[in-house]
């Protein structure tokens, strides 16, 4: 949960087929395991009639379970993501990724990472705790998109303010602020409000980490599974929200009490893992978007397999401590 760090922008090519592994749901629908398991490649890719995109927190490098990089490769093959944005990935697992895959990629020298089937046509833009690049989609038509990936602040957490402390909603807000999260999701809105008052002729993507629950989790109609919390309007997603940014997963699935998505975190049911109090469970992995050419067909949040709760976690085949988060768009 690091921030921003210096960038640099390459590509590179190879391949590699894994064998896909089992999907669970988190707390939402199972994303859909049918189809060919290898993707086209860099330089020949086929046009995005649909635009499957992923965020993917990898725990440290994925440093955390054995053979970390053969599981995140078993992710990607298996749910067939065009493109992913990365955090922790301690700079290096995109490049891995990207190296295994033959896609397009950029590495940080620390957090975040992207990587694409489709080719890089930008150098990468930074951000407070985000970075971004375009990239062409559909080779025919030229149409680009702009995908930015975040990992915003994480200490003080929202959640273990208001479920741990009983805190007042003024109080977290506070803490919100002290965290790094709310003056990072401001700068990063200003930053992009320029693309996003374009996205109608190229699209905007922002995934990430955001480390914060969302507003329109929080809510009258779950407040007894958010520690007797009602409506909760969680800054960093009212910043966006009001930036003209749709939050995929709830366009896909908006009703909370029916379907969290939680993807915090499907190896800490405790405090402590396996033990302490209970660890608040969320949904602070999202994927927002602006632009008229996006229309969302689908979004779920998953794991792989059965993760055993930490410390148990290293023969996991989940190669992080969140869930996973993809949504499927349909270009046109």
């Known amino acids: 949960m690091s921030a921003k760090r210096r960038v640099f922008l390459s ?4 391949a590699v087929a ?3 592994t089992a999907a669970v749901a988190v707390a939402g629908p199972v994303a859909n395991p049918d189809g060919p398991i290898e993707s086209p490649r860099p330089g020949k890719p086929s046009a995005a009639s649909e635009l499957r995109v992923m965020t993917l927190n990898l725990w440290h490098g994925g440093a955390k379970v054995d053979d970390g990089l053969a599981k995140q490769l078993a992710v990607i093959e298996k749910h067939r993501p065009d493109v992913v944005g990365l955090q922790e990935t301690s700079g290096h697992s ?3 990724l990207a190296e295994e895959l033959g896609w397009d990629h950029w590495q940080s020298d620390a957090d975040l990472g992207i990587i694409s089937r489709f080719p ?5 833009e930074t951000s407070r705790a985000a970075a971004g690049v375009r990239i062409r989609i559909d080779e025919t038509t030229g149409q680009e998109v702009e995908l930015w ?3 915003l602040g994480y200490d003080p957490y ?6 741990f402390d009983g805190m007042a909603v003024e109080d977290i807000f506070q803490r919100e602020a002290q965290s790094g999260r709310t003056p990072q999701a401001e700068a990063i809105a200003k930053d992009l409000a320029p693309k996003i008052a374009a996205a109608d002729e190229t699209p905007v993507l922002l995934v990430g980490d955001f480390n914060t629950p969302s507003h329109l989790d929080w809510t009258e109609a779950t407040k007894d599974s958010h520690c007797g919390y009602g409506q909760v309007d969680w800054p960093v997603t009212k910043i966006f929200e009001k930036a003209g940014l749709k939050d995929s997963f709830r366009e896909a699935n908006p009703d909370p009490a029916a379907v969290p998505g939680n993807t915090w975190s499907p190896v800490y049911p405790k405090h402590k893992g396996s033990t302490g109090v209970d660890e608040p469970q969320d949904r602070i992995d999202f994927i927002d978007y602006a632009g008229d050419k996006l229309t969302v067909k689908d979004s779920v949040s998953f ?3 059965d993760p055993k709760p930490v410390p148990d976690q290293a023969g996991n085949a989940w190669p992080t401590d969140h869930a996973a988060v993809l949504t499927t768009f349909t270009v046109g």
Do not use: I, K, M, Q
């Open 11 to 14: 590509a590179t090519g190879a």
């Open 120 to 124: 890089f046509t930008s150098e990468v």
């Open 94 to 96: 995109a490049r891995e």
């Open 303 to 305: 794991v792989e397999g």
């Open 18 to 20: 894994l064998a896909a």
């Open 158 to 163: 929202g959640p273990y303010d208001a479920c």
């Open 149 to 151: 990936t975040a990992h």
